[in-house]
């Protein structure tokens, strides 16, 4: 058997992967990173390929010159995404929300190859058709197994970057009781009730789109939701998805029923990638980023560690800035010589704290919560009736929502909406009451204060491990009075 020896590995091609990957080796660490896709497939990822604001280096932080895969024809494929759609056909609603500029559409597999060719330009070592298949400890993460080309490999490292993506493998292989921590392991593997899964077809169509500079969502039964992304005017990602706590959606034949019956669809067909058609599915993490992303010898990143919005999925900046922070901090503990939770702790200050995103996301996660606990009609009608100022905030949109202000307008703004044109589609196709709504509005208006109280209580996220335990009890409290301000039964609790 082939044994290799390096300061880091990551495991996982991704955005996540290439970040930390790239971070770690332009500080002069050894690094390899492990791929199961052949060379040429590296990339090639079920997305919606939204992101946002790529040429931002507070979005993308660290040594990838985003501005540069920004420049590239071949990645950027709509300069033009100026607004988000939200369309509930059977209710006649369609509500338009300005979407921040410098906001595309990619597309995924050129992206992912820059970030691959940019990742070893800096100095990684990238290993190609690899599957991991274990996980090797001894108190600490000590290394990975591997099929690389047919031939069992064995890998020793420092640290392990687990970009693996959501519902990440690497998490089944850690016996994450038997590191040497010195408490409570800090590292939780994720229920896989707060995943997604989602699927999407590239389709091209005769005509250009109507709706071709925004991105459009709709919801679906079962807190389910579709979208349609034009990549141009003519070529168009659609796809949809539905959490895992909720019941199945026959993704495929779902989708398919709904192009079918799209006038503007007529006459599509699917575009084609390496000799098929490009459709592809995944699971996708819809949950608050894990509280804690280290372990001795370990780290996770990207969809592996839960960086992803938990309303509406986008995780791509969110991989690209925990990649970068988990590069940076195994660099720093391979230099200390010390790869022990604490020494590892940096990722996750640096995400709660002082980058500070993650924590953005965590307290969001409230809406999801909030969402899961309301009855899907009502959750439709109160969607159709929210101010499109709160819509805004919901999705994560806008940071600029001044909450005092917006916390009245969710109750008046509901109200004079349900007393103008939605009313009567509304009310009438989903067969709401009154009360159900005013109900639904409460549940908003409590989960809004929620949002707040997580957002305090993230700022004082622990600097250091040793006050970890303390910092998660308060937050695991504040989590109960949520649940209970919902009426959710313990079987229902989230976390
Ligand atoms: C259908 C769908 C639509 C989405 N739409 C959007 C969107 O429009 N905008 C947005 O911002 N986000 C979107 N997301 C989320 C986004 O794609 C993810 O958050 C992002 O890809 C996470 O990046 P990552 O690097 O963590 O993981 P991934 O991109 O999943 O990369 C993980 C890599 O690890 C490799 N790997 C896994 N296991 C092994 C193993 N055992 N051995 C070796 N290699 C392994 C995989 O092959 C893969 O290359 C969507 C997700 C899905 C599923």
């Not at 932080?61 to 988000?84: C, F, H, K, T, W």
């Not at 392991?185 to 997604?196: A, D, I, K, R």
């Not at 925004?214 to 919801?219: L, R, S, T």
């Not at 280290?294 to 999925?313: E, Q």
Request: glycine share 10%.
């Amino acid at each position: 058997m082939v044994r290799n020896q390096y300061d880091v590995i990551v495991v996982g091609g991704g955005i996540a992967g290439c970040f930390a990957a790239a971070t770690a080796a332009v500080e002069g660490i050894d690094v390899v990173q492990l791929e199961r896709k052949p060379r040429e497939q590296g990339g090639f990822i079920a997305c919606g390929d939204a992101i946002k604001s790529p040429r931002d280096p507070g979005h993308y932080p660290g040594p990838i010159d985003m501005a540069a895969i920004a420049d590239d024809e071949s990645v950027l494929v709509d300069n033009n995404i100026d607004q988000i759609e939200y369309w509930d056909e059977e209710l006649d609603v369609r509500k338009v929300l300005p979407y921040e500029t410098g906001s595309n559409v990619v597309d995924r597999y050129e992206f992912g190859q820059r970030l691959l060719e940019q990742a070893a330009d800096r100095g990684v070592e990238q290993h190609y058709d690899t599957v991991v298949n274990d996980v090797t400890q001894n108190g600490r993460v000590t290394g990975v197994e591997a099929v690389r080309d047919g031939e069992a490999v064995t890998y020793e490292c420092d640290v392990l970057i687990d970009t693996a993506g959501a519902q990440s493998i690497l998490q089944d292989m850690v016996d994450f009781d038997g590191l040497d921590t010195p408490g409570q392991p800090t590292f939780e593997v994720p229920h896989y009730t707060h995943f997604g899964s989602a699927y999407r077809e590239i389709i091209e169509t005769e005509e250009p789109v109507e709706y071709h500079n925004a991105i459009v969502g709709k919801p679906l039964e079962e807190m389910g939701y579709i979208w349609y992304f034009p990549r141009t005017p003519t070529q168009i990602n659609v796809g949809l998805g539905f959490q895992m706590n909720k019941s199945p959606i026959p993704l495929a034949d779902r989708l398919r029923r709904d192009i079918e019956n799209r006038p503007e669809y007529q006459g599509a067909t699917v575009a084609e990638r390496f000799g098929k058609t490009n459709k592809l599915g995944a699971a996708i993490a819809l949950r608050r980023p894990l509280d804690s992303m280290v372990a001795p010898g370990y780290l996770a990143a990207g969809g592996a560690a839960g960086t992803t919005h938990p309303i509406t999925g986008k995780g791509i900046r969110g991989a690209a800035y925990s990649g970068y922070s988990a590069g940076r901090a195994a660099a720093e503990a391979v230099e200390d010589g010390d790869v022990s939770e604490a020494g590892l702790w940096e990722h996750n200050r640096w995400l709660f704290r002082e980058h500070g995103e993650a924590a953005k996301l965590a307290s969001w996660d409230a809406y999801n919560v909030a969402a899961s606990s309301i009855e899907v009609n009502l959750l439709r009608a109160l969607t159709a009736l929210l101010p499109e100022k709160e819509l805004r905030e919901i999705v994560g949109t806008s940071t600029e929502v001044d909450s005092l202000k917006s916390k009245l307008l969710v109750g008046t703004g509901v109200l004079r909406n349900f007393v103008s044109e939605y009313r009567k589609h509304t009310f009438d196709a989903l067969d709401v009451s009154t009360g159900e709504l005013l109900e639904a509005i409460r549940t908003v208006r409590k989960t809004r204060n929620y949002v707040s109280a997580y957002e305090h209580h993230y700022e004082s996220y622990p600097e250091e491990r040793s006050t970890f335990e303390g910092w998660l009890a308060e937050r695991n409290h504040i989590d109960l009075n949520f649940y209970e301000s919902l009426g959710l039964p313990s079987s229902e609790h989230k976390y």
